[in-house]
């Protein structure tokens, strides 16, 4: 027998969580216990939370992290900031946790059910259209963006020389000009006291590099983001790249280690150092740094900015599925 139970706040569903996501298929720091609770600590005031644990035999199979948004619901977090959405489902129960959130969600008041941000691999693109379909509903599905990563190699040597005749001599040739500069280094901040004091460090260097980052990076944004990485940094999953040249900062990335990936979230850097290349290298030492320790996939999430596809990244999708009422 499988049961539906709505939950309005996060407090009795942590060990459940991390339990259903460590099952998963999709597994994304974006729908980690931390990242979804500390989007809903910041942004989720006025909205109405809706989250739905399904049980088989007493069994948690799948958690639905929902809200309200006017008459719709969606996922928890929002299009701008989370590169990632999905459902949690343990993997062999994708059939009977659509059933039931279907089944449970007819007698629920709202217009559209709308899912951002579906991987490719997405078991909900797969298997939840013919389910809502059968019900009546409509479904609609469109690309919502690219998201280009690299399968990454044992070693840094095989990773350049798989990229691009043309790529691989322009990284040397760049590398080459920067490491001429005395008193270069690089390195990353991973314990979360020190992540918490160098995050303003980011913020400075990320406003510094494009306006359209200045703006994006409003008040709300930014207590967000050290929220996020406090709440991220204390179980291990935030590191913070910084590049030095003669002692001052002049480059940042905010990465995520999670389920043997790491995930590039956002970057920053000082034009007046642009010469040598300093946000595309660092981005590359990172990576390097990603090889070293053993992880298996480097995502460079949502976007199709150049410098991803000149450090060798390959497309992935994500998708926007819309299933409305009839």
Sequence with gaps: MISVNCLNSFDDIVNKWNLILSSSKIKS????????SSWWQEFGATQRLSILEIESEQEIIGIAPLRYENKNLTFIGDEDLCDHSDFLIS???????YIALMDHLEQCEWNNLVLYSLRDDSPTLELLPKIAKDKGYDVDINLQDVNPGVVLPVSWDEY???LSKKHRHELKRKLRRLESQEDMRWYAVDDVRDIEKDMGHFFRLLKMSK??????LTEDREKFFRLVGTNLGEIGLVK????????????SILCFDYDSK???????????????????LLKAMSLKSAIEDKKTYYDFLRGDEPYKYHLGGIDQHLFKMVITRP
Excluded at 211 to 216: A, Q, S
Excluded at 240 to 251: C, K, Q
């Design 91 to 97: 993997q062999g129960n994708e059939v009977a946790f």
């Design 240 to 251: 913070l790249f910084f590049m030095e040249i003669e002692g001052e900062r002049v480059a």
């Design 262 to 280: 790491r995930f590039l979230y956002n970057s920053g850097f000082n034009p007046e150092y642009g010469y040598f290349s300093v946000g595309l």
């Design 160 to 162: 350049v020389s798989s």
């Design 29 to 36: 720091p974006f729908i980690t216990y931390q990242w979804q």
């Design 211 to 216: 306006d359209t980052k200045y703006k994006f």
